[in-house]
Structure formats: structure tokens, C-alpha cells
């Protein structure tokens, strides 16, 4: 990560904070951050943004999967802003699987995740849009959601034993 992208870290008080909604997308203010935001993700390794994490506490997403070292499994797909989403559980079975954060670095985590969800949102037009999300998909926007709540993925965490380092986590990777 270069320096010049600087990403809040578990314990700075905006990543406990709920962010505000949006009123006006085409505001400078919304279309600045939400460029930042695009180039802040483009030069992390991260699949996912939400707008605390580069210390603006407003409810923007972005859910950018792409197959990487951090998430070597991931699928690939544009990047889709999301303002001020909200979403519906349509499966409600949960799944766990691995996540890990820009705010939160060295560590991973297995996390319960709904594993299909319907999201609405506004687009950068200011218009409703609605997407449905499967697995690792849905898994990202919940993760980035939680951002807007003022949660971490370590709060959804069930038990401690399934935090392990980034290290150990690489190691498993690579055994796949
Ligand atoms: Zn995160």
C-alpha cells in the first residue's frame, strides 16, 4: 500500500462511528470522495471500501472483486459505488468464510455472512439501483456495510479460535 492512501486503523473513533447519508450525490464534496475512494481502492489490494475507512463518515460503498494475493479467490467484476445502500436477506442461511480488512491489517477472520441479499442503493446519477448478491459478492458488501454501522468484521467473529494471522492464512492459501 503506498503511503500517500492513508486507510483509518481499528481504534481511530471514526470506524465506531454511523456515517451520515448522502443528500446531494452530485454535491463536489460526494463526487471528490467518491473519486478518492476509487483510487485509495485501486492502490490497496483491498476487494471493498466504505468511506470511515479513509475518514469520512458518510454511507458510500464500493465493492470492487478481483482475484489478488489478499483474495486470491475472488472473482473478478467492475467496481459498483454504492450510496447510501441498504439491503434484504433473501437467503437466510449464513456462511463463513474469510475476510480480512485495510483497517485491520496482519489478521484474518472466518465471519457468518448471509449468503444471497438483494442491495439498493444509488448510483453516481443519483439513481436507484438494485443488485443481487451471492456468496463472496454479499460477503463484501455486508463487510463494507458494517463499515457504515460503526461494526468491524471482528465483531461478527463467533469464536476467537477462528482468528488467525495473515501469515497463517497465506499458508493455507497456498496448501489449496
Ligand atoms: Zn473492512
Not at 22 to 42: N, W
Not at 67 to 80: F, I, N, Q, W
Request: proline letters at 5%; one cysteine or more; glycine letters at 4%.
Amino acid at each position: 500500500m503506498k503511503q500517500n492512501y492513508k486507510i483509518a486503523q481499528l481504534g481511530h473513533p471514526i470506524l465506531r462511528q454511523q456515517a451520515e447519508h448522502v443528500e446531494d450525490v452530485c454535491s463536489p464534496g460526494i463526487v471528490d470522495l467518491i473519486e478518492y475512494m476509487l483510487k485509495t481502492l485501486a492502490e490497496t489490494n483491498g476487494v471493498g471500501l466504505a468511506a470511515p475507512q479513509i475518514f469520512e463518515s458518510t454511507c458510500i460503498v464500493i465493492i470492487a472483486s478481483r482475484p489478488s494475493k489478499r483474495y486470491p479467490l475472488a472473482p473478478k467484476m467492475e467496481a459498483v459505488v454504492m450510496i447510501n445502500p441498504s439491503f434484504e436477506v433473501l437467503l437466510k442461511t449464513k456462511h463463513k468464510d474469510w475476510e480480512g480488512c485495510l483497517s485491520i491489517p496482519g489478521i484474518r477472520a472466518l465471519v457468518p455472512r448471509y449468503q444471497k441479499i438483494k442491495i439498493s442503493y444509488l448510483d453516481q446519477q443519483g439513481e436507484n439501483q438494485q443488485l443481487i448478491a451471492e456468496d463472496f459478492i454479499a460477503r463484501i458488501f455486508q463487510h463494507e456495510y458494517d463499515h457504515l454501522k460503526g461494526l468491524v468484521y471482528l465483531d461478527r467473529v463467533e469464536n476467537n479460535k477462528d482468528i488467525i494471522s495473515e501469515e497463517e492464512f497465506q499458508k493455507l492459501m497456498d496448501a489449496n
